[in-house]
């Protein structure tokens, strides 16, 4: 049988859910074709593989590419100034009444063109895509306005022309009440109801519709009717919330953001144990945003959910895979080594695969492939 690229004399950890643990094959191969998995297994099974190109692993670890599940990537200016005063005892409510916080990023956000806000959002891509990520998600939730909002769709969507890598988009317009309606919360969100999500979506620049469901954002009532209104124009809904019982019943998916536990010194860590035992699948991501996580490290990230939640070396790996495939909905093709999924692989040069846990400041990856196409 005939194949594209063959990548041989490798270990693989599949991460299928066919196969206990992280699914390891100790003597495996990978075949792609047209940009898809061809065969990924025990090089004793693939004997009949013919390829144009084989790339010799030398015994190195093939995971599947990472995948980045939630980020705000795009955005404008900087918040290192308060990061500064907040050091200094600054506190949020202190910044915010100062003319930062959230509303800070969107005037600039606002100001700036969509290629600005490219070339700003590329160094924060070319960095995740550095440790092997090839699926990354991006909100919007900085313009807090149609036109703005529009813009940082359009810029997460040009950062796929620019970087072999999936971008999936969410509109998070729900994300905090733009000055314009400081005293109407309401009427912010039948803005976003009547008239954002609808042209989100004539547009196609999303493919999910997120909300901010909180104290300090948008109340279950508001939210849902943001939802509502996603599903009336054929968008997936995701929401930043807790409710470990209400994941469960909704076989959703669990996503954790240490970076922003890190950053923010918060004290009480998620509910990590009630995950396992409802069987939550637990997803982990950078969080990448200027005020609480501006972090561009999935490999930092795993270290982070180990030391401070305690998750295994297992539950990193796949947060960052499998589960972080099914947060997005791309459970079906990527996150695993499978026949048939997209051909999303990263190669490392390391013994043991915890390593890419254990390691701080350590960037092992020997190379990527990306929908078949090798980048070492």
Request: net charge negative.
């Amino acid at each position: 049988m005939r194949c594209d690229t063959l990548w041989r004399n490798a270990r693989l950890a599949t991460m299928a859910e066919s196969h206990a643990g992280l699914g390891e094959v100790m003597q495996g191969v990978v075949a792609s074709l047209d940009g898809r998995i061809l065969y990924a297994g025990d090089a004793a099974d693939a004997l009949a593989l013919e390829a144009d190109r084989v790339i010799d692993c030398e015994g190195r670890w093939i995971t599947p590419g990472l995948i980045d599940c939630h980020t705000h990537l795009v955005w404008a200016g900087s918040r290192s100034r308060e990061f500064e005063l907040r050091l200094a005892g600054a506190t949020y409510e202190e910044l915010a009444r100062a003319g930062g916080g959230i509303l800070a990023t969107m005037r600039a956000t606002r100001a700036a063109s969509l290629d600005d806000l490219v070339s700003q959002a590329l160094p924060r891509l070319d960095a995740l895509l550095a440790e092997g990520a090839t699926t990354v998600e991006i909100k919007s939730g900085y313009g807090l306005n149609l036109e703005a909002e529009l813009k940082q769709l359009r810029a997460a969507r040009a950062l796929a022309d620019r970087r072999p890598v999936t971008i999936r988009t969410t509109f998070l317009g729900a994300h905090a009440v733009p000055p314009e309606f400081a005293r109407d919360a309401d009427g912010y969100v039948d803005l976003v109801c009547r008239s954002m999500i609808p042209a989100v979506a004539a547009a196609g620049l999303a493919d999910a519709v997120d909300a901010f469901c909180e104290e300090v954002a948008f109340s279950p009532p508001q939210v849902r009717r943001v939802f509502r209104a996603a599903e009336a124009a054929g968008l997936p809904v995701k929401i930043h919330a807790d409710g470990v019982r209400a994941m469960a019943g909704a076989g959703t998916v669990a996503t954790l953001l240490p970076g922003a536990y890190y950053f923010l010194r918060d004290t009480q860590p998620p509910p990590v144990r009630l995950l396992r035992d409802h069987g939550v699948p637990i997803a982990l991501a950078t969080d990448c945003n200027p005020g609480s996580s501006p972090l561009t490290s999935l490999l930092l990230t795993m270290n982070m959910a180990a030391t401070l939640f305690r998750l295994t070396v297992e539950e990193c790996l796949l947060g960052v895979t499998r589960h972080g495939a099914r947060a997005l909905g791309l459970q079906d093709r990527v996150g695993t080594l499978e026949a048939g999924k997209d051909c999303d692989l990263a190669v490392w040069d390391v013994e043991r695969l915890g390593d890419l846990v254990y390691r701080i400041g350590f960037n092992p990856l020997h190379g990527r492939a990306w929908r078949g196409q090798w980048i070492a």
